[in-house]
């Protein structure tokens, strides 16, 4: 069992900056990519940005240039610096990881956290 724990979320003024952090735990052999998806009321989910276990990481067009993924390996720990944020990037965020437990790999996912921007 892996579990996922985030941290992070609530309100803020459009303009304004969060950090989203999220623990994984449990039985991790090893990690390789983790990352954030998000999803508004009424819209699917949709990637937000992942990063895979060297630090190469990938974003969403809408986010580029404001958000930043880091990691810490020793710690098993996925981050989301969030800044100059807008209306529109008011949804529920969810991370997630790929995780090998020795045996097999999995995609994990977070409970999620809210994240309402107001303008």
């Known amino acids: 069992q892996v579990q996922l724990v985030e941290s992070g979320g609530g309100l803020v003024q459009a303009g304004g900056s969060l950090r989203l952090s999220c623990a994984a735990s449990g039985s991790i052999f090893s990690i390789n990519f983790m990352g954030w998806h998000r999803q508004a009321p009424g819209k699917q989910r949709e990637l937000v940005g992942v990063?895979?276990?060297?630090?190469?990481?990938n974003y969403a067009d809408s986010v580029k240039g404001r958000f930043t993924i880091s990691r810490d390996n020793a710690k098993n720990t996925v981050y989301l610096q969030m800044n100059s944020l807008k209306p529109e990037d008011t949804a529920t965020y969810y991370c997630?990881?790929?995780?090998?437990?020795?045996?097999?790999?999995?995609?994990?996912w977070g409970q999620g956290t809210q994240v309402t921007v107001s303008s």
């Open positions: 990063i895979n276990s060297d630090g190469g990481t």
């Open positions: 997630h990881c790929d995780v090998y437990t020795g045996s097999t790999w999995r995609t994990n």
